[in-house]
């Protein structure tokens, strides 16, 4: 019997190590990870920039505080804020603290405001973590079943329907931010029109609500641009990032401009890991990576090169709906539910995943070559084949 708690329906599967787009579990089967801890190792496994900058921080100082000023932290906020045209940044642990960050910034927005109970425009099928904040902000009523009483403060409404979002404005006056995914994940890889981002930015301007953007999925460089929004030209108020920012060390930031940026003060917030020495110096290995090896545009040139692949392969079967995705983010929506994917892949040699329920999933390294990435659309474009033909 297991020590540990049952949140997570694991396959009987145990990992020993990796490299690059593969890994090996303990009796030595090797397989291709398109799923990458989820959009975590972008860069792939054991990937020695990272090793080495977190050994060599580890060697030096893992943790001191947020008591005393922590170089990497600052430095970290500097790239990240260039890459994202923001100006300041909070350190969290994971994606959902990052969102716990943002939501209270959208708070001390509408407090600024003298809104007394603001409320934050959220979507249907969006995801925006576990704890008790992003819960509620998460369009997902399976998971939140059983933990009472929801946090209040949150409208929520149809995923790329501006009209929707726009008529609360005209209703309401209590509203002080929407928080979006750019491309919503775990919803099942949901690639709103592309005037979606703009029309919702100009709502906020005009109504001053602050737009947060949840990028902890599609961020750091996977869907072409450093972030999705920035493929429309959108600058948010607010972007959430975690995922494949530290390549594995576990780490998020919420970041922020303009006003926004300045609604923290001390004592408002904090977190005694967040952006310790070690994250900070694995996400900024990351950051110096993907720039000097120019690895968004390369994401999105190998997810062009797969959704080609996987269209040419399967846009004539019977039962697969859609194919869909941008860079590292992709989905193939079948006509029914395929959890089992998931085992009949592994047993395949593929890490996938299905979302949604028939949603099968692919996040994979942007580090891969293109016969791997062939690779990956033959196994997976063979194994959906004989699903559907079962
Ligand atoms: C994974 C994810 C989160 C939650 O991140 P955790 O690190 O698991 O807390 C939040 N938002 C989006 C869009 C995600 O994909």
Excluded at 212 to 218: A, R
Aim: proline share 4%; aromatic share 4%; with cysteine.
């Amino acid at each position: 019997m297991s020590a540990l708690m049952a949140t997570y329906g694991r396959l009987p599967m145990t990992v020993a190590r990796g490299e690059g787009l593969r890994l090996w579990d303990t009796e030595g089967r090797e397989y291709l990870d398109a799923l990458t801890g989820i959009a975590v190792c972008a860069l792939g496994h054991a990937h020695p920039g990272v090793a080495k900058a977190v050994a060599s921080q580890a060697n030096t100082l893992i943790h001191s505080s947020n008591l005393y000023n922590i170089p990497n932290q600052e430095r970290l906020g500097e790239e990240l804020c260039r890459i994202a045209k923001m100006d300041k940044v909070f350190f969290a642990n994971s994606g959902a603290e990052a969102n716990e960050a943002c939501i209270k910034i959208a708070r001390l927005h509408g407090h600024a405001r003298h809104i007394e109970n603001p409320q934050i425009v959220v979507f249907d099928n969006a995801f925006h973590g576990r704890t008790m904040g992003s819960l509620a902000a998460t369009g997902n009523d399976k998971i939140k079943v059983g933990f009472g009483q929801m946090l209040e403060g949150f409208i929520r409404v149809p995923f790329d329907d501006a009209a929707a979002v726009e008529a609360l404005a005209k209703t309401r006056d209590d509203i002080v931010a929407v928080m979006v995914e750019p491309i919503q994940g775990e919803g099942g890889v949901h690639i709103p029109s592309d005037d979606y981002l703009p029309a919702l930015r100009k709502i906020c301007d005009d109504n001053q609500w602050l737009l947060i953007v949840d990028e902890i999925q599609s961020g750091m460089g996977r869907t072409g641009d450093w972030f999705a929004h920035q493929h429309k030209g959108v600058l948010p108020d607010v972007v959430a990032v975690a995922k494949a920012l530290g390549n594995g060390m576990p780490i998020g930031g919420c970041l922020a401009r303009g006003n926004a940026a300045e609604l923290m003060q001390p004592g408002s917030h904090g977190s005694t890991f967040g952006g310790n020495p070690l994250a900070c110096a694995a996400a900024l290995e990351v950051i110096a990576t993907m720039e000097s090896e120019q690895l968004p545009a390369r994401a999105k040139a190998l997810g062009d090169r797969m959704l080609d692949g996987f269209n040419a392969a399967l846009h004539n079967q019977p039962g697969v709906v859609n194919i869909r995705g941008r860079g590292m983010m992709m989905g193939i929506e079948l006509n029914q539910d395929c959890p089992e994917l998931m085992g009949k892949a592994m047993d395949e040699g593929v890490l996938l995943n299905v979302t949604a329920g028939r949603v099968v999933r692919l996040l994979p390294p942007y580090i891969m070559s293109d016969d791997d990435a062939d690779l990956i659309v033959e196994r997976v474009s063979k194994l959906i084949t004989e699903f559907l033909s079962n």
